[in-house]
């Protein structure tokens, strides 16, 4: 069992939009602008896309947007790519001083 | 380029100890900290710890303190993950990853290639 929720699997169209959501609690999404998203395709170490909520480090497209609302976490693709289908996790600090992990989102395009 | 080199898969027995390295390529290895993150056989991404190879201090997730020990050697800029007795239940991939800022604890922007442990009789 994750300590952050995030659904099992999506799906889109290419081109169209996909939002990927990561629920946790106020001890760790609640408490902290301290989120980060990763892509992970088969046989591959992740990739961070986004830091801190919503910042995309450099060399990622800005089709991957983040966003927090109270205990929740959302990541948004936009203008969806075959080369987007992979797996996505969300991370978060806590107020214990470490750091959990989603159960990981499968996203097929 | 920044890059973190881990060691090479390793088969253990139970009860065997291990230890893996993560080497850095370059960036300048005391200005980040290096995380460790387990990936089970087809399973999602676990945080097991950080160190800040300046002076090793270590902070491990609850579900991985006194299993396993998280170490770094400044001078060869190295990190280390070891384990005193391996269960069947650490087989995994395990990956090193370098910390974006220096007190950064959750965002990983270098990762290494992950080390397969697998632990079977």
């Known amino acids: 069992q994750s300590d952050l929720t995030q659904p099992p699997s999506v799906s889109g169209s290419p081109g169209q939009s996909v939002t990927i959501s990561c629920t946790g609690i106020t001890s760790d999404i609640g408490s902290y602008n301290r989120v980060s998203w990763y892509q992970q395709s088969p046989g591959t170490a992740p990739k961070l896309l986004i830091f801190?909520?919503?910042n995309r480090p450099s060399g990622v497209p800005a089709r991957f947007s983040g966003s927090k609302s109270g205990n929740t976490a959302s990541l948004t693709i936009s203008g969806l790519q075959a080369e987007d289908e992979a797996d996505y996790y969300c991370?978060?600090?806590?107020?214990?001083?470490?750091?959990?992990f989603g159960g990981g989102t499968k996203l097929t395009v | 380029e920044v890059r973190l080199v881990q060691s090479g898969a390793e088969v253990r027995k139970p009860g065997e100890s291990l230890k893996i390295s993560c080497k850095d390529s370059?960036?300048?290895?005391?200005?980040?900290?290096i995380g460790w993150v387990r990936q089970m056989p087809g399973k999602g991404l676990e945080w097991m710890g950080i160190?800040?190879?300046?002076?090793?201090?270590?902070r491990y997730s609850p579900s991985f303190y006194g299993q396993v020990t998280m170490s770094a050697d400044k001078s060869i800029s190295a990190a280390y993950l070891q384990w005193s007795s391996l269960k069947a239940s650490d087989t995994a991939i395990y990956f090193c990853?370098?910390?974006?800022?220096?007190?950064?604890?959750?965002?990983?922007?270098?990762w290494g290639q992950g080390t397969m442990v697998t632990v079977a009789s």
């Open positions: 990853a370098k910390s974006r800022t220096p007190w950064e604890l959750n965002a990983f922007d270098v």
């Open positions: 370059g960036y300048g290895f005391t200005n980040y900290r």
């Open positions: 991370s978060s600090f806590t107020t214990s001083s470490f750091v959990v």
């Open positions: 801190e909520v919503s």
């Open positions: 160190i800040d190879p300046r002076d090793s201090d270590t």
